[in-house]
């Protein structure tokens, strides 16, 4: 076990790209082709700071150079050109349910989201604890760091990695708590009473709203 409280977010890249370079060599069997993320807040972080070259993400992922600025980039291509079979699980809470005023959060959450899900990529929400968990074939990371811009490039999160080849047994265990996680997990867009973007355009200021009518 590693564990890191900076440069999380160039092994968090490192675990996604490496896996699908050894896919795309034949390496990593169509079995173990699974990529498992739960994580309470999510965003389409960009790939800069993988510190990949373009070409080497082309090589790694099988499309053409320039073809990827971001993290829904990388699992699309997973899935389409390499067939991994990939979970991507939220925390289920209210606000993303009912917007608020100038959430543009939950918005890019809920844009993503429907990017990964045209992608044939598993999109849940699950209304569980605050876990963030990521399993590939070849490692795996636990700990305090959300997948988003400033859990992986601005906090001092405390983060496990756990190499498969070097820790079979850490990584089965985070390997295996992913999976519970995301096990009872509902479609992301399942029971959606409200659509965000409409229900935000009518009513800009949801609190309001609300107080008006009691």
């Not at 960009?46 to 499309?63: G, R």
Request: hydrophobic share 40%; aromatic share 6%.
């Amino acid at each position: 076990m590693t564990n890191l409280n900076q440069g999380h977010a160039r092994l968090t890249w490192w675990l996604l790209l490496e896996s699908a370079r050894r896919a795309a060599k034949g390496e990593i069997s169509e079995e173990d082709r699974i990529i498992e993320l739960y994580s309470p807040w999510m965003r389409d972080v960009p790939i800069d700071a993988s510190m990949w070259s373009q070409e080497a993400l082309a090589v790694a992922l099988k499309c053409t150079p320039n073809e990827v600025e971001s993290l829904s980039d990388v699992l699309k291509l997973m899935r389409k050109n390499l067939k991994f079979r990939i979970n991507v699980c939220i925390r289920d809470t209210i606000r993303r349910s009912i917007p608020h005023a100038n959430d543009r959060r939950n918005l890019q959450e809920a844009r993503m989201m429907q990017r990964l899900k045209l992608a044939d990529i598993n999109t849940l929400k699950a209304n569980r604890d605050h876990s963030k968990m990521l399993a590939t074939p070849i490692g795996a990371i636990t700990g305090s760091m959300n997948f988003t811009y400033a859990g992986m490039r601005i906090n001092r999160e405390n983060t496990h990695i756990y190499f498969r080849s070097q820790d079979q047994q850490g990584y089965q265990i985070v390997s295996d708590n992913v999976h519970r996680n995301i096990l009872g997990a509902i479609p992301f867009f399942e029971n959606q009473i409200l659509d965000l973007e409409e229900t935000q355009r009518r009513f800009p200021v949801i609190e309001q709203v609300l107080g008006e009518q009691t």
